[in-house]
């Protein structure tokens, strides 16, 4: 590569990036980058903004890049974000060297409009990091990079599992467990033979012919390293029975297997898989995750959401479907984490028909015998959780990508807000938000942000 193209880098992680990619996308990883600073520095201005972060030294309007806003700020134990942030800004510019989807958009499968999300989170500063990966794995596992990924089948004889496990991932006594082929060479994992699959957002969750595969992913995503932990593999088809006796007006994407390689006689959080059912989309229904309708779209045009007709009448329709099931079962003691990724919503004809919640693992419940301890939770925080990840960001992401004024908008979701115990606080008081910056800082903070209530 040309000298003058790898001056343009500004991190050891962007001179391994742009040194390691093919000459021609290089190039475009080296003119996308940027923007991929912007884009990340706005994150963490609206990080100092909105959280309870330690006090700013320097002035954060400055343009800086930044790793260079985060290492004058000074913070102590610092390092790990200012690792993870370097990581962003490259594997963001690297996702916007992707192409832009020909398909159109309500016809596009569901596989598609998962990798049609290019920028990942909207709002976290870690959008694109994928602390241990490097350009080509971006390229060879990415979503956003629309590849196919084959899934290494490990057979085990000692192992636990769960649920409906299907016959196909059987050879004998031995389990057929799903690897991901990073795990798999990292931890030299023996396999003899290979399941084709499609990354999803969560990029360690895959679609394959029959299911959806939850994988382990010892690397820092986004916010955390993907392990499954013992605990989820022996409950996620509890905790799935349980929400499907209790949660009406959403549909859930099930838990139907969870499985482990056993070593010391426990589940190894580095080799488990959870098997979910695959949805089907009804006859000329589209299902896509809410994040792809307020993506920015590679090109720069509008986000596709804007296409879908009235933007008021789109927004009462949705609102219907989303606000009475969350605010009910949320009066029952359960809190979702329903943010853009976690939920799945049908349109027919570009209308909101149907949605469905996935991902069953960080949901919170009143305390109960019958499910673990780790998903307890009190009512203030089933309320936190809920508003933050469901109004404060996915509903506020909505909001923001539509046409029409806010004022008009969060009145036509209030008056879809039923009459339960939580009405007046979510409609009167300070919404609480994650504080996805500080969460990186202090993985152990029980503080939350604040915003300015919409309603």
Known sequence: MCQDLIILTQTPIETEFAATLPPERAERFLAALPGARAAVLARLRRALAVEPLPQVRVDPAEDLHPVDLLTALRWPHAESLITEVAHSVAGLALSRTTSALTTPFLERSLEEHEQSVVDGHPLHPCCRNRTGFTARDHLAYGPEHRTTVALRLHPTADHVVFGDWPDELRDGAQLLLPVHPWQAERLKTPTIGTLDASPLMALRTLSTENWHVKTTLSAQITSAVRDISAGSIVTATTVSDFLTARVEGIELQHNRASAAVRTDGEPDRALGVILRDKPVPGDHETLLPLAALTARPVDGGPPPIRALGDPVAWLKEFAELAVPPLMTLLARGVALEAHEQNLVIG????????????????????????????????????????????????????????DAPEAELWQTIARTVPDTPDRHALLHDPIPAKPLTLMRLDPKTTKWAYLSNPF
């Open 347 to 402: 349109l027919v004809n570009g209308r909101p028909h149907r949605l469905i919640y996935r991902d069953l693992a960080d949901i919170r419940v009143s305390p109960r015998a019958d499910l673990p301890e780790r998903l307890h939770g009190s009512p203030e925080g089933l309320r936190a959780k809920t508003f933050a990840t469901f109004f404060a960001t996915a509903l506020t992401g909505i909001v923001n990508a539509l």
